[in-house]
């Protein structure tokens, strides 16, 4: 495998349109990689805690050679036209999770200098909200969909793409009808699948959510994103998701069915075990089943996390993926390390060694 090529230079200073999440991200991982970077936003107090965090400045750019659109999906196309008009010399691009209803709309309106537009979409975030929770990492060995459209000019390809590779992340790039598609079946879906699982909390006894574990709250994690903004999504890019949730609920039917059969019910567990396996794992590899994971009890006092990932560190085994569950009222956690599998009972072996409770 080799290195990745370095990215072409960016085309002069970057202005962030939008200091939330990943606006203020974006800055920050590009302010990381060199880039000048100036930020903007409708509310200005955003844009200065940005610039606090370190992510650029405020101060009004006298040149701009690209303009990072990161504001909600309503306003996309409007910001995106204002964007081409001010900076009649800048590409534009936007990273809303939608891309096809701002193309159309620029399209419609017959938006002078659509040529330097170009919309892409990072598949990272976050069910937190805001410039306070961004990280210049979020991006890093994630997917950055660029979705070139017929009249857009190369160069203005090529500094999107150009974006995503100096954020950290892998390019990804496709047309933005298939971009929906995609995001509606691996993003969009599942949120609502999600939205629908905490749903039947509401109302729950107390004693019920007491017995409440790590697989709730893996399921119901995103549940909990800003639902004004998941409004936006969600509508925008309804057409896709239609489809979808049809099946769903043609799923759902056939399950309902199957809870009187056993046979039938173990299809339906069989044909979602079949579905995880296709996700990617890290870094975008096909996952495998030569990952498995060891449990390990970590005990709730300062510093034992630190210190069981210096032992497995000097155990010689590669953590693969690290998840902790710790339910409240427990003296300890339980740490799950994913490692391939030819290691897994040497990590057991070591870590009990080092006084660790740990099992496959």
């Known amino acids: 495998m080799t290195d990745p090529a370095p990215p072409s230079p960016l085309p002069g200073p970057v202005l962030v349109v939008g200091c939330g999440l990943i606006g203020t991200s974006v800055a920050l991982a590009l302010t990381r990689a060199g880039a000048q970077v100036h930020l903007a936003d409708a509310l200005r107090q955003h844009a200065e805690v940005a610039e606090g965090l370190g992510a650029g400045t405020t101060r009004d750019p006298e040149r701009v050679g690209l303009v990072v659109v990161a504001v909600p999906p309503d306003h996309v196309a409007e910001s995106v036209a204002e964007a081409l008009s001010a900076w009649p010399d800048a590409v534009v691009t936007d990273v809303a999770s939608v891309k096809l209803p701002p193309l159309e709309a620029l399209v419609d309106a017959d938006v002078d200098g659509l040529d330097r537009y170009v919309g892409s979409h990072p598949m990272a975030g976050s069910e937190r909200s805001g410039p306070m929770a961004a990280s210049a990492n979020l991006f890093e060995g994630r997917a950055w969909a660029v979705t070139p459209h017929q009249r857009a000019r190369t160069a203005a390809v090529e500094a999107v793409r150009s974006l995503a590779v100096s954020s950290g992340a892998t390019l990804v790039e496709m047309p933005a009808a298939e971009h929906d598609a995609a995001v ?177």
Do not use: C, F
């Open 184 to 360: 509606a079946r691996v993003s969009h879906l599942p949120h609502l699948m999600s939205v629908l699982a905490a749903s039947q909390l509401d109302g729950s006894p107390a004693d019920h959510l007491a017995l409440a574990g790590q697989g709730l709250r893996d399921v119901t994690r995103i549940a909990g994103s800003d639902p004004g903004l998941w409004r936006q999504i969600l509508y925008a890019n309804r057409a896709p998701l239609t489809d979808l949730l049809r099946g769903v609920r043609d799923d759902l039917d056939r399950l309902l069915g199957a809870l009187d059969s056993r046979p039938a019910l173990e299809q339906v567990l069989d044909r979602g075990v079949a579905g995880t396996a296709l996700i990617p794992g890290k870094h975008g590899e096909e996952r495998s089943a030569a990952l498995v994971p060891v449990y390990v009890q970590v005990p709730d006092r300062p510093g034992e996390l630190g210190r069981l990932l210096r032992d497995t560190g000097e155990s010689d085994v590669n953590i693969e993926d690290l998840r902790i569950d710790h339910d409240l009222g427990r003296p300890v956690g339980l740490a799950e390390i994913s490692v391939r599998t030819e290691r897994a009972d040497h990590l057991v072996e070591a870590l009990t060694e080092r006084g660790w409770t740990a099992h496959l």
